[in-house]
């Protein structure tokens, strides 16, 4: 019993320093680039949907203020307009779900995720500051995994994974819900169905807070 409270007291101490370090480094260089992978999660996420539905990628912007676009052409509008914010919430879970995973190489994971990065990167990016942030990213990713250990490669995929999730919500709530009259996904597909913007931040954000809170669950349950 005490060493199963011990770990679960040691979980929600490393949690609460996670978020304390987000909260009070989020506007400087250490979480900007997380930042930014976020978007690219979110616009390739975009770039999936149109593809599973019979569309293609023309091509993906990313730019320094954190804004992106994937324009695709063809397939389902619906799936592509509601894969961006829920996708890169999803990518997040997946993440933070293997870095949960004891047998798991981590050093590999992230060898993985890199490459992937700098190969959706050259296919499909083209702006500047989107292509070099990519191949950046990518290589950062594939030398981390390569001189560091299972352990910091966990750590890695932790941080990358819960920043991606948490992200996702205050993304959503930026977009669409501070900024009603901004140009967001939600706008679009409120032109596509006829149902306000509003409503699918609040399905969205309400969608991001439980799937969170479900990965924190299972998470602390297994500590």
């Known amino acids: 019993m005490k060493p199963k409270f011990v770990r679960k007291v040691r979980f929600l101490s490393v949690f609460a320093v996670f978020l304390g370090g987000l909260w009070f480094l ?49 397939g389902n509008a619906f799936f592509t307009l509601s894969a961006g914010y829920l996708g890169s919430l999803l990518w997040g879970g997946l993440i933070f779900s293997v870095a949960r995973m004891k047998r798991v190489n981590t050093g590999w994971i992230n060898s993985l995720i890199g490459v992937a990065v700098i190969v959706l990167s050259l296919m499909y ?40 999730a948490l992200y996702a919500i205050l993304d959503i709530k930026g977009d669409v819900l501070d900024r009603p009259e901004a140009l967001s996904d939600a706008r679009m597909l409120a032109e596509l169905t006829g149902i306000p913007a509003l409503l699918w931040g609040i399905s969205w954000i309400s969608v991001a807070v439980i799937y969170s809170l479900w990965l924190l669950y299972g998470a602390y349950e297994d500590a």
């Not at 019979?54 to 994937?70: F, P, V």
């Open 26 to 74: 989020w506007d400087t260089p250490v979480i900007y680039p997380l930042k930014i992978f976020v978007v690219l999660l979110h616009e390739i996420s975009h770039g999936i949907a149109a593809l599973a539905t019979g569309g293609s990628i023309e091509r993906i912007t990313l730019d320094a203020e954190q804004g992106g676009a994937c324009y695709c052409s063809g």
């Open 125 to 164: 990016i083209r702006s500047e500051f989107g292509l070099v942030f990519g191949l950046l990213f990518g290589v950062a990713l594939i030398l981390a995994a390569q001189k560091t250990g299972q352990a910091i490669n966990r750590g890695v995929l932790f941080v990358l994974g819960l920043t991606s």
